[in-house]
Nanobody
Framework: QVQLVESGGGLVQAGGSLRLSCAAS????????TGWFRQAPGKEREFVASINYNEDSSTYYANSVKGRFTISRDNARNTVYLQMNSLKPEDTAVYYC????????????????WGKGTLVTVSS
């Protein structure tokens, strides 16, 4: 059974930083592109960032987080990370980890597997 378990969410002031982690199990991690999505209250889920199979693979970011967020992965630990800096109140959302065989599906809003999410709240 595939499991993606997010951690690292919480409450932070605007301008602060958080690092999210997602531990994967039940899948051959190195064969999957991984990424992050978020869903703010009353809004649709949106793509945040993705990284391809290898640790030095191409990365993709939503324009709203480019330059502030950094995605990375550690295939030895089956873990993907999202370093979030210069956080803004509009970054408040539930953040979901995702995995997909084809990375382009994530930028289109789809994934093969999803985590249950971790809440990030940014206060002004």
């Amino acid at each position: 059974q595939v499991q993606l378990v997010e951690s690292g969410g919480g409450l932070v002031q605007a301008g602060g930083s958080l690092r999210l982690s997602c531990a994967a199990s039940g899948l051959t991690f190195r064969r999957y592109a991984t990424g992050w999505f978020r869903q703010a209250p009353g809004k649709e889920r949106e793509f945040v960032a993705s990284i391809n199979y290898n640790e030095d693979s191409s990365t993709y970011y939503a324009n709203s987080v480019k330059g502030r967020f950094t995605i990375s992965r550690d295939n030895a630990r089956n873990t993907v990370y999202l370093q979030m800096n210069s956080l803004k109140p509009e970054d408040t959302a539930v953040y979901y980890c995702a995995a997909a065989i084809i990375i382009t599906t994530m930028t289109a809003g789809y994934a093969d597997h999803w985590g249950k999410g971790t809440l990030v709240t940014v206060s002004s």
